[in-house]
Every structure is written in structure tokens, then in C-alpha cells.
């Protein structure tokens, strides 16, 4: 089986080895007698064509070959597959023990099998796959389900809130249009007041103003005399601090100017010496070369005159000579052909000549080529020695530099962390320096407002000292806010007591209020302790929950228990809040009203007045921190000094940048320095130890080489001269009648004497030529080089006489310079004695101001008493103009739509006031706009405008107050809409779009996942339902023949009939005459034959060409081993092919062959074969017909 198993290509693993190498005999007992084995199958076609399948062990792999050709494992199994045989499902194999344990699979183990078999089992991943994803589309459609359900319910709820948001507006249209109502009825009938008291007012004034002509004046001429000594006050302050100082920055301006004017004109004439001394140098210079130039010219006219000599004597000497040596035609016609009879003789003497002449060149050349070799060498050591030394000096270089380098770059680091500290430093001291000095901008008040404060002071300190002990300052001196954020409102309830003067008693006051107007000075405010009268605090008031009394929110440095009578009575049962809505809540929402104060500074009245002031309040509020101010003018002072010293830091950044520059260059300089001596040691060192290694070598053969090469050029020198004379000999010879024809001893004497005499003629002309040349290429130079100094000497001269120019410009700029340096100091003389005669004008101008100031002050306090009745009427002005500033300004807070003929409530001023408010140049300003505006009353009922009387007015106000508030408290009680929800509407519904289409792409998504899934799905389902249907029909057939009983059945059931494949499969069996019972309770034969039906139905579904049974008949008795092997035979003869392995003689009798095997032993354990075929010996026909009457039962 092992051997069956491993030909089909099962794994080792399913065999009884751990590796496939095992299974080679011997393996087991560590002696394998081969290092290969194989197993090969044949198997037959239908065409009679034999397939041959091997399979051979190779070290720890396999080899699979089909008909002798070697394929891969895929291919191996695909071929078997082609022929019925499928590994993986093992439809061809029946293992020993196989058999029981296929009866008692569970049914999921048998739905697997049976998903093995169909290959439904490849799709199982693809149907996991689409599954989950169908599961997630589900999911996120779910999702978007639900989301879609709770955005309809949120659009139902906005629907709802809206429409209830609707009648909650139309409520507040109401309560807006009682408002108008209301403020128009108050408004109307306080401008009808306001004329009044303005007709009153105007009458008064012109009963003042003709008092107040008769010191106009006066005080024409005291303003005049003030604004004189005001004018020389200034003019002499300003003299003494500016024209001194002006003149002192001029002097220190100048003289700065004429000592670089001065500097300029050493400059300038110094440049004008050096170029007059170049100058001189030049014209010496240039006279010498004129010397040299005459030298030349005279030295080229004596060459001249040398050459023409020269020629005249050759022209005398040829003169002479071609009288004695002149040749005849003939005789030079004889000579040539002579020349050439002795060449031709001489042809090979003159070729061994030129032999030996080349060899002679080419041992001269080789050796001057062995002597230059000699001096290379002596040339390389030098240059190693050179760059060696310069490494050396490079190295040295480098150390130095790299230690100047180290000490520049701390020197920069320093510099750069100075610096960078210093401009943080720089920063923060500038940022703090900002703050204390917007602290301070914040704190001042303009110049004319502290003039008056500081003359109210020192009033105040003049009381002070008059009555030291029942004096006690002012009101906010002695008490502060426990925290900044109450200083607003604080000040808002201190109101016009907020500067007044605390004193013991009334007797006090009234001694003070007559010492004032006495001296002219600023009204004040008192409040005497004796006389306040202070209401008891209403307790009750503490117990509301956000809310604080004023009292309490306010603290008193004295410690004499009568500050908080002062304060009590100041700010009585007024109440602190956080915010503005709590204020008015609190001041008019329940049933009794009270005086309530916001944060931020805004007040509510008992009356229903509304009144601010913020821009004024925090002028006032910044008093309780002018304590802090002389701190802060110390800080400031500091910060000035620190931040000059950082100032001269910046000098250190040219230092700094002077560093960096020597850093780079020392940078570049290691950077070439490196590069070179790298260049040196790794390149030009190593080159010349081996080009002089090289040479070396080679020196010591140089020396024999060069003497060789010197005898050989003296061996060749004296074979040349025995060839020479064997040529002249020859010639000899052959000129012999020629040389005694024209007188020569031989014909070498004739051509060497006129030859060389006309060689000399020509190096001399040569000579002469060369001469001339150098000379007149020498005058050509020096020409030019004149010509240049020349051009050099004009220039200096230019440059001498624009510096002698600069100099004397130079010089009347600094005789200009010190004229006005001279003028400057005798100016600053000039304004000292000036400044003494203007304090001298200053001083008398001021004795005329008082003593007109003094009869003025007399003229003053007559008109005092005609002024208080116009201060009345101004006062009841100021609060009819008051009232009407509160009223529009509720107006334009509460948002109501108040109409008007002119103007708009945006130009409504939000500084509010109340009747104690100052008349200040901002608040006039405010009721002069405010009266400009022209207020529409049509929309106001005619029976609240014809009213007369204060008391009808007041009654049709308190109903319209009792209309306002009745509908207000129906708002209360209403529950607040949502107010948004008509904004919120367009928002959900766009959000229900947006829903429903991410649910309609969710849902399309779903589809399509579903349809996916149900294609692998159906696939699957169809190719298991093919194996199970047609094995759950078969197996009963099966199941019959093998009982030998037609009573018998067996029933293949799927628990999940919609898809088998994922539950289990259900196998019973009804064996012959026994009830239904589970298969557990079978007996082993019974599981047997059961699992049996099984195996051979599934091998019916997709048989293989064979079958393979190992002891499937263990658990059998002869009884059923007979109806099995019957069964087998029958199918046998139809188209079936097995073979089964069994010990059993009731079994194996009735195959058609036997195959025995058998074991010796020779040294190890062999295997040997026994075949034996059975056809000749039929089985008995007995039997067969019993098994036949058993079926027909």
C-alpha cells in the first residue's frame, strides 16, 4: 500500500515514514541499500496505448517522470486525474482500517468527504469571501437604515420646534410693540419738558451774561498777562533746553566734520608728495632710457657700416679668386663626370659608409637615451625628496591651522551665544518696556484734565493741613474693590461721590466750602460722618443666589469703623451681578424692583432708568490703580538703562562677522591644504617611490650599457675613417689628370678650400643679419617702452595735480569748517546771556499775573451768586437730556423699532449716563446728536400725547409699564423655543437627503454583493448536490446487493437541505430483519458492510480505473465476507478492477489471481513474490445459487 500510495503521489506524511528517503529498504534499520528508489505503475488505455507512471526518491525529494520524461508534481497529478485517479479525495485507495472508521465519521467529517469528492470543496474560500462581504453590505445597509429612521424623527422634531418658535416670536412682537409704546409715550413728553427748561435756561443766561461783561475785561487782560508770561516761560525753557542744546549738537556735529576735513586734506596731500615723488622718479627713469634708445640707434649705424665692408671685401676677394680658379665648361662638364665615375666605383665603400654612419647615429642616440635615463632618475629622487619635505610643511601648515581654527570658532561660539542672549534679552526687555509703557499711556489722563487734578490736590492738601485731624481724604483714596472686577460697577454706584471728600462733621464742611471759594479753586463734594443719614441694609438681599451687595464688594484701608457708615450710605442696597441679563432680571423681573448694577458698569434704576458711562467709568476705575503707577515709572527706568546696555552689543557683530570671514578662510585654506597634501602622499609619493624603485633597478645596468655604448661609437668612428680613406685613395685615382690639369694637389683640396670659404661668407651675413634683427627688434621695445612711460608719467602727472586740487578743497572746507565751529561757540555765549535776561522778564511778568489775578478773584465772587441759579436750571437740563440719552439708549439695547425723521439709533452713543454723571466736552457731544435726530411719533396713540399734567403723563406711563410687564410675564412662563429651528430646517433637510441617497447607494451595493454570492453559492451547491444525489440514490442498490436483502436500507440525509455543505450529512443503515438503530449500535460486520456501500457508491460517482482495498474484511465473518466478495465478483465482471489485500481463505479464494508475498532473510530482511491464477478453478455453483434464493427472500 505504502508503494501504491507513493507511485499515486500521496505525501509522505500520509504514509507510515516520516520522510520519503524511509521508505528505501534498509532505511528503518540505518542501512538503506541504495541511495535512490522508484515505484513505477503501468497503466493501460482504452486504445490498448500504456501509460508508464514513476515516482523516485532523490535525497529528500521526488521525482516524478511520465513514459520516462520528467514532469512537475502538478503535471504528474493532472495525468492521473485524467485516468480517474484523484490523490487528494483517494478514490482509488481503501486503507487497512479505513473502512470502519469511514461508518463512523461525523456528519461534518462526512460533508467534508463529500466535498473532497463533488470539488465543491474549491470554492469554499470564494464563498467565505463573498459571503462576508454580502455581510458587511448588509450591515452598513442596516446602518443607514437606522440612520435614515432617526433623521425623519429629528426633521419631525425641528418641524415641530419651528412652529412653536413661530408663536413664541409673534409673543415677543407684542411685547416689542408695548415697548415702543411705552418709550414713545416717554420720549415724547420728555421732549416736550426739554423745551421748557431750555426756553427757562436761555432766560437765565441773559440775565448772567450781563454780570459777567463787566469782567471780560479783566479777564481779557489777565488771560493776556497769563498767556505773556506763559509765552516767555516757554520761550525761556525752550531757549535754555533746546537753543543750548541745539547749539550743542551743531558744535557736536562740526567738530566731527572738521577733523575729517582735516584728516582728508593730510590725506590728499600726502597722495599730491607721492605722486610728485613718482613723478621726479619717472622723468629719471625715462631720461636714462632716451640714453639707451641713442646707444642702440648707434650701435645698429655701426652693424650697418661693419656688413657693407664685409661685403665689399668678399666682392674684392671673388674678384680676385674667379681670375685664378675658374673652371671652363668642359672642365666643370669633365669634373661631374668624373664626380659620378668615382661614385659609381666607390658605390660600395659609400654604402658601407652610410651603414656604418647610421649604426654610428643609432648607438649616439641610444647613448644620450641611456645618459637622459641616468639623470630621470637622479630627478625622481629629488622630486620625492621635494614632496616629502612639502608634506612635511603641509602637515605642519595644517596643525597650525587647525589650532587657529579651534580658537576662532570659540571665540565665534562666544560671540554668537552673547549676541543671541543679548537680542533675547533684547526682545523680552522690549516687550515688558511696551507693556509698562501702555500701562502708563492707559493710566495718563490729558495734559488739562491733569492740571485740574493736580490743582484739586493741592486744595485738597491745603485742607488737609488746616484740619489735619477730621480730614480723611477722598472717598476713593479710603476704600477700594476687593478685585479688579468689581472696580466698574463700583465706580458706577459711587457715582458723583466718587471723589468726594470724607470729613467728621457738618461744621468741618461748611469751614472747608467757604476756604475753596475763598481761594477760587475747583468745587468739591463733601460728606460729613455726623450728618449722613444711613438706611439699615436689607438682609435679605445676601440670600439671592449670584448676586452680591456693593457694600460687601467694597473694602476700607482706614480702619475706623465710620468709613463703612460712608460707604453704606454711598452705595446703600444697590446689588452687584455678573452679567447685564442678570441685572435687569433681577432689577425688574420680580415683584419688588431693586437698584442692580452689571460688571460692566451698566445700572438699573428703581425707576426703570438704564444708565452706563464705560468709557468714563474706566477713567474713574483707573484711580484705584494709580497706587501702582510710581512702581511701574521705577520698572520703566530700569528696562531703559538694561536696554541701553544691550544696545551696545550690536558693536560686537562687525567683530563677529570679522571672525567668521577669518573661519572660512582658514576653512578654504585647510580645505586646498588637505586636498594637496592627500594629492601628495596618495598620488605623487607613491608614483615616485615606484617610477624610482623602477629606475633604480635598471641604474646598475645603465652604467656597463653606457660604457659599451661608447667603445661601440669609437669602434665605428675608426671603421668610418678606413672607409674614408679607401673613398679618397679612390678618388684619387680617378681625378688624377684632373687635379694636375688645374693645378690642385687632389680634388678634396679644391672643394673643401672654395666651400668652406663660401660657408664662412655665409655665417658671417648670417651673423650680421642676426644682429640687425636683435637690434632693431631691441629699438622697436625700448621705443615703446619710452612711449609707455611717457603715457605713465602724464598720468601721474594728472594724478599729482587732481590731488593738489582735492588738497586745496579740502583745505577751504576746512577753514569753513572751523569758521563755523568758531561761530557756534560765540552763538552759545550770545544765548547764555540771553537766557539770564529772559528769567529777568519772567520774573516781572509773573508779579503782574498775581496782582491782576487777585483783583479778579475779587470781581469773581459777586458773580458766584447769580452763577448757582444757572447751575439750577443747567441741572434740571442735564437730567431732562439724561433721560432722553437713557431712553434711546434702552431703545437701541433692547432692539426696538423706533422710528425716526432724521438720524438712526446706530449713532446712539453706548456710553450711558445717569443724572450724577459730570457735564464733561464728551456728553455734550452726545446730547447735541441725540437733538439733531427727529423722532416719528405716528406710530404713538393719540390719547398718550394729549395729555396734560405731569400727574395724567405719569398714569398713562404706569399703565403701559403694568401692559409691558403683564406680557412679559406670560413670556416667562412660556418655555423658551428653540429659536434656531427655523435655521435648523434647511440643515435637517439637507441632512435627509444626504441620508436617504447614502441608503439607496448602500442598498444598490447590497444587490449587487448578492448576486455574487448566490453565483458561487449556486456553483457549489450544484457540484455537491450532483455527488450527494447521486450517491444517496445509488448507495441503497448498493447497500441490498451487499445484505443479500431487499429489506435492507441505507439512507444518506442532509441536515441543511438549502446548502449540505455547511452542516452535516447523516448515514444510517437498516441491516436485514433488525429495527432502525443509530450506527454506534451496530455490530463492527454491520459498520463494515455500511461503510463499505459507502466507499463503493462514492467510487461510483467518479470511479477510478481501480481499487485498492487493504483488510477491509477484518471486522467480517464468513457470512458477510461471502455476500462482499460476491458483490465484487459481480461488479468485477461488469467495470470494476480491484484488488484486495486480505488474510482471510474465505475471502481471497474467490479472487481471480493470487498474489503472495513472502520474506527471507540474508543479512536483512527481503521481500519476494508468489503469483498464482485462479481461473482455472471456478467457484462452486452451489453457492452462488444459495446467495441467489437469499436475495429472491
Avoid at 622718479?281 to 640707434?297: F, M, N, S, T, V
Avoid at 458723583?496 to 471759594?517: G, H, Q, T
Avoid at 440525509?1053 to 450506527?1079: H, Q, T
Wanted: net charge neutral.
Amino acid at each position: 500500500m505504502d508503494a501504491l500510495s507513493f507511485v499515486i503521489g500521496e505525501r509522505a506524511g500520509n504514509l507510515r515514514v516520516k520522510h520519503t528517503k524511509d521508505l528505501i529498504h534498509g532505511a528503518h534499520i540505518g542501512k538503506p541499500v541504495a541511495a535512490t528508489a522508484s515505484v513505477t505503475m503501468q497503466y493501460c488505455e482504452d486504445t490498448g496505448e500504456e501509460l508508464s507512471f514513476c515516482r523516485s526518491i532523490s535525497g529528500s525529494s521526488s521525482e516524478y517522470r511520465i513514459n520516462g520524461r520528467q514532469v512537475t508534481l502538478a503535471r504528474y497529478t493532472a495525468e492521473l486525474e485524467r485516468i480517474g485517479v484523484v490523490v487528494k479525495a483517494r478514490n482509488c485507495l481503501v486503507f487497512q482500517g479505513a473502512v470502519e472508521s469511514i461508518a463512523m465519521k461525523t456528519p461534518k467529517e462526512r460533508a467534508r468527504m463529500f466535498e473532497q469528492i463533488s470539488g465543491s470543496q474549491e470554492l469554499a474560500e470564494e464563498y467565505e469571501r463573498t459571503r462576508a462581504i454580502l455581510q458587511r453590505a448588509k450591515e452598513d445597509t442596516q446602518f443607514h437604515f437606522n440612520k435614515k429612521k432617526t433623521v425623519t424623527a429629528e426633521k419631525k422634531q425641528v418641524f415641530q420646534e419651528k412652529v412653536e418658535a413661530q408663536k413664541y416670536q409673534t409673543l415677543l412682537d407684542d411685547v416689542n410693540e408695548a415697548k415702543v409704546q411705552l418709550n414713545l409715550c416717554q420720549l415724547y413728553h420728555n421732549e416736550r419738558g426739554l423745551g421748557t427748561v431750555q426756553e427757562s435756561l436761555q432766560e437765565r443766561q441773559l440775565e448772567v451774561a450781563g454780570r459777567k461783561s463787566g469782567m471780560e475785561v479783566l479777564e481779557t487782560a489777565l488771560k493776556s498777562q497769563k498767556k505773556e508770561h506763559g509765552r516767555l516761560s516757554r520761550s525761556s525753557s525752550r531757549s535754555r533746553k533746546r537753543s543750548c542744546r541745539a547749539q550743542e549738537k551743531i558744535l557736536g556735529q562740526r567738530r566731527p566734520q572738521y577733523i575729517k576735513a582735516k584728516v582728508n586734506t593730510a590725506h590728499h596731500q600726502r597722495k599730491a608728495e607721492e605722486a610728485l615723488a613718482a613723478l621726479q622718479k619717472g622723468h629719471r627713469q625715462r631720461g636714462q632710457k632716451e640714453q639707451e634708445l641713442a646707444e642702440l640707434r648707434s650701435e645698429l649705424a655701426g652693424v650697418e657700416r661693419a656688413w657693407g665692408r664685409f661685403e665689399k671685401e668678399v666682392e674684392e676677394k671673388g674678384a680676385t679668386r674667379g681670375v685664378d680658379v675658374q673652371l671652363e665648361e668642359t672642365q666643370l662638364r669633365q669634373y661631374k663626370e668624373l664626380k659620378e665615375q668615382a661614385r659609381r666605383q666607390g658605390a660600395i665603400l659609400g654604402q658601407r659608409g652610410e651603414k656604418l654612419r647610421w649604426e654610428l647615429k643609432a648607438d649616439t642616440e641610444k647613448l644620450e637615451f641611456d645618459q637622459r635615463r641616468r639623470k630621470e632618475v637622479e630627478c625622481s629622487q629629488k622630486q620625492l625628496e621635494q614632496y616629502i619635505q612639502r608634506a612635511e610643511k603641509l602637515e605642519e601648515y595644517v596643525s597650525i591651522c587647525n589650532s587657529s581654527l579651534r580658537g576662532h570658532q570659540e571665540q565665534e561660539e562666544s560671540l554668537v551665544r552673547e549676541l543671541e542672549e543679548g537680542r533675547a534679552r533684547n526682545e523680552e526687555v522690549n516687550q515688558e518696556l511696551g507693556e509698562v509703557l501702555g500701562q502708563l499711556q492707559n493710566a495718563g489722563m490729558d495734559r488739562q484734565e491733569s492740571r485740574r487734578q493736580q490743582q484739586r490736590q493741592e486744595a485738597l492738601e491745603s485742607l488737609k493741613r488746616l484740619y489735619p485731624e477730621t480730614l480723611f481724604g477722598r472717598l476713593v483714596d479710603l476704600c477700594q474693590p476687593i478685585h479688579k472686577k468689581y472696580q466698574l460697577a463700583v465706580a458706577k454706584v459711587f457715582g458723583r461721590y466718587m471723589n468726594a471728600i470724607v470729613v467728621a462733621s457738618e461744621k468741618v464742611a461748611r469751614d472747608c466750602i467757604k476756604f475753596l471759594k475763598e481761594e477760587r479753586a475747583e468745587p468739591e463734594t463733601f460728606l460729613p460722618i455726623d450728618y449722613l443719614k444711613v438706611s439699615a441694609l436689607n438682609e435679605r438681599l445676601r440670600e439671592i443666589r449670584g448676586v452680591k451687595l456693593v457694600v460687601d464688594v467694597v473694602q476700607c484701608g482706614d480702619p475706623m469703623p465710620q468709613m463703612k457708615k460712608v460707604v453704606q450710605f454711598v452705595c446703600g442696597n444697590a446689588l452687584v451681578c455678573e452679567t447685564l441679563k442678570e441685572a435687569r432680571q433681577i432689577a425688574f423681573g420680580g415683584p419688588e424692583r431693586h437698584k442692580t448694577v452689571a460688571l460692566d458698569g451698566t445700572m438699573f434704576s428703581k425707576s426703570g432708568e438704564i444708565s452706563g458711562g464705560s468709557s468714563n467709568l474706566r477713567g474713574k476705575a483707573r484711580a484705584w490703580d494709580e497706587r501702582d503707577m510710581s512702581k511701574l515709572k521705577e520698572r520703566k527706568e530700569q528696562l531703559a538703562a538694561e536696554l541701553r546696555v544691550l544696545m551696545k552689543l550690536k558693536h560686537k557683530e562687525a567683530e563677529l562677522k570679522q571672525v567668521q570671514a577669518q573661519v572660512l578662510g582658514i576653512h578654504t585654506r585647510l580645505k586646498y591644504s588637505n586636498s594637496e597634501m592627500e594629492t601628495i602622499r596618495k598620488k605623487n609619493i607613491p608614483a615616485c617611490h615606484a617610477e624610482v624603485s623602477k629606475l633604480e633597478s635598471e641604474l646598475t645596468n645603465l652604467d656597463s650599457l653606457i660604457q659599451m655604448q661608447k667603445e661601440s661609437v669609437e669602434m665605428k668612428d675608426a671603421s668610418m675613417e678606413e672607409v674614408q680613406d679607401e673613398v679618397n685613395k679612390l678618388e684619387d685615382t680617378v681625378f688624377k689628370d684632373f687635379c694636375a690639369e688645374i693645378g690642385v694637389s687632389n680634388i678634396r683640396e679644391y672643394e673643401q678650400e672654395h666651400l668652406k670659404e663660401q660657408q664662412e661668407v655665409d655665417k658671417k651675413r648670417l651673423e650680421f643679419e642676426t644682429q640687425r634683427t636683435r637690434l632693431g627688434t631691441q629699438l622697436e621695445y625700448e621705443q615703446a617702452q619710452l612711449e609707455q612711460q611717457g603715457r605713465k608719467l602724464k598720468t601721474l602727472e594728472e594724478t599729482m595735480l587732481k590731488e593738489e586740487r582735492k588738497a586745496a578743497d579740502q583745505k577751504k572746507e576746512e577753514d569753513k569748517l572751523l569758521k563755523a565751529v568758531d561761530e557756534t561757540l560765540s552763538k552759545m555765549k550770545d544765548l547764555k546771556n540771553q537766557l539770564l535776561l529772559k528769567k529777568n522778564d519772567v520774573s516781572d511778568s509773573k508779579a503782574e499775573v498775581d496782582k491782576k489775578a487777585k483783583s479778579l478773584q475779587e470781581k469773581s465772587r459777586e458773580l458766584v451768586k447769580v452763577q448757582k441759579e444757572v447751575i439750577s436750571v443747567e441741572t434740571a437740563l442735564e437730567q431732562k437730556r439724561t433721560e432722553r440719552h437713557n431712553l434711546l439708549l434702552g431703545c437701541k439695547i433692547q432692539g426696538l423699532p423706533i422710528s425716526l425723521l432724521s438720524g438712526s439709533l446706530d449713532h446712539i452713543s453706548e456710553v450711558q449716563l445717569d443724572s450724577e454723571s459730570q457735564s464733561t466736552s464728551a456728553t455734550l457731544e452726545i446730547y447735541e446728536r441725540e437733538a439733531e435726530m427727529q423722532l416719528d411719533y405716528s406710530d404713538l396713540r393719540k390719547e398718550s400725547m394729549d395729555l396734560d399734567g405731569e400727574e395724567a403723563v405719569e398714569v398713562e406711563l404706569e399703565r403701559l409699564r403694568e401692559v409691558v410687564s403683564s406680557l412679559e410675564g406670560v413670556i416667562q412662563r412660556s418655555t423658551a423655543p428653540n429659536l434656531k429651528a427655523l435655521e435648523m430646517m434647511g440643515e435637517v433637510k439637507d441632512k435627509f437627503q444626504g441620508v436617504v441617497d447614502a441608503f439607496e447607494a448602500s442598498s444598490k451595493v447590497t444587490r449587487k454583493c448578492h448576486q455574487e454570492f448566490e453565483q458561487v453559492k449556486a456553483k457549489r451547491y450544484r457540484l455537491f448536490s450532483q455527488c450527494f444525489e447521486h450517491v444517496s440514490i445509488v448507495i441503497d442498490q448498493i447497500y441490498k446487493k451487499l445484505c443479500r436483502n431487499s429489506s435492507a436500507q441505507a439512507i444518506l440525509g442532509a441536515e441543511n437541505p438549502d446548502e449540505p455543505y455547511l452542516d452535516g450529512i447523516s448515514y444510517n443503515c437498516v441491516a436485514p430483519g433488525k429495527r432502525f438503530m443509530a450506527m454506534d449500535n451496530l455490530s463492527g460486520g454491520e459498520k463494515s458492510i455500511a461503510a463499505l456501500a459507502l466507499v463503493f457508491a462514492i467510487h461510483s460517482f467518479r470511479p477510478a480505473p481501480f481499487l485498492i482495498m487493504d483488510e477491509v474484511d477484518a471486522a467480517l465473518d464468513n457470512t458477510n465476507i461471502s455476500k462482499v466478495t460476491s458483490y465484487i465478483r459481480d461488479k468485477s465482471r461488469e467495470d470494476f478492477q480491484i484488488i484486495v489485500i486480505s488474510l482471510k481463505e474465505e475471502f481471497y479464494s474467490k479472487a481471480d489471481a493470487l498474489l503472495g508475498v513472502y520474506s527471507e532473510f540474508n543479512e536483512c530482511m527481503y521481500s519476494r513474490l508468489l503469483t498464482l491464477d485462479l481461473s482455472p478453478y471456478p467457484v462452486k455453483e452451489g453457492n452462488e445459487k444459495e446467495m441467489e434464493k437469499e436475495m429472491e427472500k
